[in-house]
C-alpha cells in the first residue's frame, strides 16, 4: 500500500534551528522524503518509487509530536489548547492560501463535473476530513484516479490523516500515562494497526490506504522511538544509519506506484526511516542530512507538498495529453520550489512566529476559509458553473452521458439478468454479445447490425478467456467457464460476437492473450463466432479532452487508428478502426476514455458489422 502524496505536518517548531534539541537531520531527512515524491509526480523518469515518501513523513511526524506531547506531560505543562494553537498555525494558514489558488484556477481550466467535485474536496478540506472524502466520495483507488484527470486537492488525504491523529493521540497519550502504560499502549496500537494493514491491503485496500486505522502503525513507529520502547545501540548507529538510507533508496528506485504493494515494500521504508531518526544526529548518513541545502529543502517540504501536486495537475489539464513534456516537467519542479519558498516565507513563518497573536492568525484563516467556502458554495449550487464554457464546448461534454441503454444497466452482468434486463430486441435471443465492459457499450450496435435479439454478458475488466494463463484473474477465468456452461444449455443462441478493449489486455501478453481467445473459440465450435476489433485507444477522456480543446481554442482531438490484428482462426473478424478515424466529428464517438458512444454504435458499429455480415453471405 503506498501513495504519492506526503503527510509533511510533522511537529510545529521541529525545524527551527532555536529549538531545544533541534536535529537539522530530521529537516534533512524530510527533504529525502519530500524530493523523490515532487520527481515522482512530475512525470520525469528514475523514481518511480518516490511516493514512498507518505510512510516517512508519518515516522517523523510520530517521533517528534510524541516528544513534545510526553515531553511536556512529564512536566505537568501540558495543554491541549496550546497544542491545538500550535497545530492551527503550522497547518492552515498555508493549507487556506492553496485552498483559494486551487478553486480560482479551476474555475478557469476544469469542466463543470471536475470543478464540483473540487468545491466538494475543498470543504472536505477545511473540515479535515479529506482522506474520508477521497476513500469514499472522490474517487477510490489513489493511483487510478491520479492517472487520469488528477483531483488538484487529492493530496490532502494524507493531511486529513495527521489531523485526525492529533485529535485522538494528545488524549490518548495522557490516559496512558495516567496508568504508567505509555509504552505497552503504543506497541499495542503498532501491532493491531499494522495488523490491519496487512489484512486490509487485500480485502480493503482503498479504506487501508486512505484512513487512520491503517497507517497508524507508521506513526507508532515514531512514536516508539520518541518513548524510548526501541532505541538504536550506540555501537550500531552507523551501520543502522546506511541501512536506513538504503532501505529508503531501494524502495524509491524499486516499487511502483500500482495499488497495493507486497508487504515488505509496506514496511521498508518506514523501517528505514525509523532506524535513521534512532541512529542519531551523529551518525554518518544523518550528518550529509544535515547539511544545509538539506535543511533548507527540508523547511519548506510542507509548503512544497501543498503547492507541487496542484501545479502538476493543472499543467496535466493545460497540456491534455497523458505525459507531459520534459520541459514542462522541469519547470514544474521549479514552480512548486518557487511558490513553496514564497509561502514559507510570508505564510508559514510569520503565521507561527510566538509575536503574533494567535488571535490575529485565526482571524485571517477564518476570513480565507470564509473565502473558499463562498467559491465552493457557489460551485456546487451552479452544478459547476457550465456557463464558462461555450456552446460547442457544452454539446461536447454532453457526450459523457451518450451512453447505449444497456451501457450502464449491464456493466456487470448478473446471469439474473441476462434473459430479462440484458436483452437487446424482443424474443428468444439467437445471439450472444460477449465481452468486457465494452460488450454492454457497444451492444446497440452489435444488436442493430445483427438484426435477432441478442443477449449481452459484460464483465468489467474481463476479456472472453477462459485461461488464467492468458492473463486475467482466477475470478474472471471462472466467471466465463460459468459462460460457457450456460451457454451450453441455450443451443438456439447460434451467434457468439465477441468485444473487449483488446489493446488494454495486449499490453500484458499479446500472444497468451489471443491463445486464450482461441481456446473459447474452440470451445464454442459449431456456432458463428464474430469478434470486433480495432476500437481505437483515446487515452484521454474524449468528451472533457475534446471541450477543454474547444474552449481554449486547442487543435481537436485525432484518434490513432491502427488496422486490428487479429490472430485467430474459426472467426469473422470486423476492424471498426477505418471507420472510427473517418467520422468527422471524432469526440461524438466516446463517452470517455474508450467506450464507444451510442452516436458511435448507430453511425460506426451497426453500418460496418452490417456491412461485413451482408460481405459473408454473398
Not at 54 to 60: A, E, G, K, P, S
Not at 348 to 377: H, K, M, S, Y
Not at 515 to 531: D, E, F, K, N
Amino acid at each position: 500500500m503506498r501513495n504519492s502524496t506526503i503527510a509533511f505536518e510533522a511537529a510545529s517548531g521541529g525545524s527551527e534551528s532555536s529549538k531545544p534539541g533541534y536535529r537539522a537531520d530530521i529537516d534533512g531527512l524530510r527533504a529525502l522524503a519530500i524530493l523523490p515524491v515532487v520527481w515522482f509526480h512530475s512525470g520525469l523518469p528514475g523514481a518511480s518509487g518516490g511516493f514512498v515518501g507518505v510512510d516517512i513523513f508519518f515516522v517523523i511526524s510520530g517521533y517528534l509530536i510524541t516528544r513534545i506531547i510526553s515531553g511536556d506531560l512529564a512536566t505537568g505543562s501540558f495543554s491541549f489548547g496550546h497544542f491545538y494553537r500550535r497545530r492551527f498555525r503550522r497547518i492552515a494558514p498555508a493549507l487556506v492560501v492553496v485552498l483559494i489558488f486551487t478553486l480560482a484556477v479551476g474555475y478557469l481550466l476544469m469542466v463543470p463535473d471536475e470543478l464540483v467535485k473540487q468545491c466538494r474536496s475543498a470543504i472536505a478540506a477545511l473540515a479535515m476530513i479529506p482522506n474520508i472524502f477521497f476513500a469514499y466520495v472522490g474517487g477510490g483507488d489513489y493511483f487510478a484516479i491520479a492517472k487520469r484527470a488528477p483531483p488538484p486537492l487529492l493530496h490532502t488525504w494524507s493531511l486529513g490523516i495527521e489531523e485526525q491523529f492529533y485529535l485522538i493521540f494528545p488524549l490518548f497519550l495522557m490516559i496512558a500515562a495516567r496508568f504508567r502504560v505509555v509504552r505497552p499502549a503504543i506497541v499495542l496500537v503498532v501491532v493491531l494497526s499494522f495488523a490491519l494493514c496487512v489484512i486490509g491491503t487485500t480485502r480493503a485496500p482503498i479504506a487501508t490506504f486512505y484512513l487512520l486505522p491503517g497507517r497508524a502503525w507508521e506513526l507508532g513507529l515514531g512514536a516508539m522511538l520518541a518513548v524510548e520502547t526501541i532505541a538504536v545501540p550506540a555501537r550500531l548507529r552507523a551501520a543502522a544509519s546506511v541501512i536506513g538510507i538504503a532501505m529508503i533508496a531501494a524502495s524509491i528506485a524499486l516499487l511502483e506506484g500500482q495499488g497495493v504493494s507486497p508487504l515488505w515494500a509496506v514496511a521498508a521504508p518506514a523501517v528505514g526511516a525509523m532506524l535513521l531518526i534512532g541512529s542519531g544526529p551523529g551518525a554518518p548518513v544523518n550528518r550529509a542530512l544535515g547539511l544545509s541545502p538539506f535543511v533548507w529543502v527540508g523547511r519548506i517540504s510542507y509548503s512544497l507538498y501543498l503547492w507541487h501536486w496542484p501545479i502538476f495537475a493543472f499543467l496535466q489539464r493545460w497540456w491534455i495529453d497523458d505525459k507531459l513534456p520534459v520541459a514542462w516537467s522541469l519547470a514544474g519542479i521549479a514552480v512548486s520550489i518557487a511558490m513553496a519558498w514564497i509561502t514559507y516565507r510570508w505564510v508559514e513563518q510569520p503565521a507561527r512566529r510566538g509575536t503574533v497573536r494567535f488571535g490575529a492568525v485565526a482571524a485571517i484563516v477564518a476570513g480565507g476559509a470564509a473565502v473558499v467556502t463562498a467559491i465552493a458554495v457557489v460551485g456546487l449550487i451552479w452544478a459547476g458553473v457550465p456557463e464558462r464554457f461555450t456552446p460547442r464546448a457544452r454539446v461536447m461534454l454532453a457526450q459523457a452521458d451518450d451512453y447505449a441503454p444497456l451501457a450502464r444497466k449491464c456493466f456487470h452482468t448478473a446471469f439474473a439478468d441476462i434473459d430479462g434486463k440484458c436483452l437487446v430486441g424482443r424474443g428468444l435471443p439467437t445471439a450472444l454479445i460477449w465481452g468486457d465492459s465494452h460488450a454492454a457499450t457497444d451492444s446497440a450496435g452489435i444488436a442493430a447490425a445483427l438484426g435477432v435479439p441478442s443477449a449481452v454478458v459484460s464483465s468489467g475488466g474481463c476479456p472472453p478467456v477462459i485461461d488464467p494463463s492468458a492473463g486475467v484473474s482466477e475470478g474472471c477465468a471462472k466467471r466465463n467457464r460459468a459462460i460457457l456452461a450456460w451457454l451450453q444449455q441455450r443451443p438456439h443462441i447460434t451467434t457468439i460476437v465477441l468485444t473487449a478493449l483488446w489493446h488494454s489486455y495486449e499490453m500484458s501478453g499479446r500472444e497468451r492473450l489471443w491463445r486464450g481467445v482461441q481456446s473459447i473459440v474452440t470451445a464454442l465450435g459449431g456456432r458463428r463466432i464474430i469478434v470486433l476489433a480495432g476500437v481505437p485507444y483515446p487515452g484521454v477522456d474524449v468528451p472533457t479532452d475534446s471541450a477543454i480543446r474547444e474552449q481554449w481554442g486547442r487543435p481537436p482531438l485525432r484518434f490513432d487508428c491502427p488496422p486490428a490484428r487479429v490472430p485467430l482462426s474459426g472467426v469473422m473478424v470486423v476492424d471498426l478502426s477505418t471507420a472510427f478515424c473517418a467520422y468527422p466529428e471524432p469526440w461524438r464517438l466516446f463517452v470517455d476514455r474508450n467506450h464507444a458512444s451510442m452516436t458511435a454504435n448507430r453511425a460506426v458499429i451497426a453500418p460496418v458489422l452490417a456491412a461485413a455480415l451482408a460481405g459473408s453471405r454473398q
